[in-house]
């Protein structure tokens, strides 16, 4: 039975940061794509940031770029992202989700499984 488990969400003031961590178990880590994603109250889920099996190749939406780094410990099983210099406008549920295809890191659609996801608040 594949699980990824979120952890690292809070409530932080603007500017600060947070580090959210992915656990996955259940499947041979190594052999997929890692994506995060976000979807705030009243919107669609949206692409954050996503890091290929070896980690040689990462992905950024332009909202996050620079403030956002995206890494991942294979023999932990493990995806991060730090976020850095939050915004009010960042607030969301942040899940992460595995893609065992190697196009469409983008799409929501080609991602095999997903973590119930981590509250991230940010006050202004």
């Known amino acids: 039975q594949v699980q990824l488990v979120e952890s690292g969400g809070g409530l932080v003031q603007a500017g600060g940061s947070l580090r959210l961590s992915c656990l996955a178990s259940?499947?041979?880590?190594?052999?997929?794509?890692m994506g995060w994603f976000r979807q705030a109250p009243g919107k669609e889920r949206e692409f954050v940031a996503a890091?290929?099996?070896?980690?040689?190749?990462?992905w950024y939406a332009d909202s996050v770029k620079g403030r956002f780094t995206i890494s991942r410990d294979n023999a932990k099983n493990t995806v991060y992202l730090q976020m850095n210099s939050l915004k009010a406008e960042d607030t969301a549920v942040y899940h992460c989700?595995?893609?065992?295809?190697?196009?469409?890191?983008?799409?929501?659609?080609?991602?095999?499984?997903w973590g119930q996801g981590t509250q991230v608040t940010v006050s202004s």
């Open positions: 989700a595995a893609n065992l295809s190697p196009v469409g890191i983008f799409d929501i659609k080609k991602y095999d499984y």
């Open positions: 259940g499947l041979t880590f190594s052999n997929y794509a």
């Open positions: 890091i290929s099996r070896s980690g040689g190749s990462i």
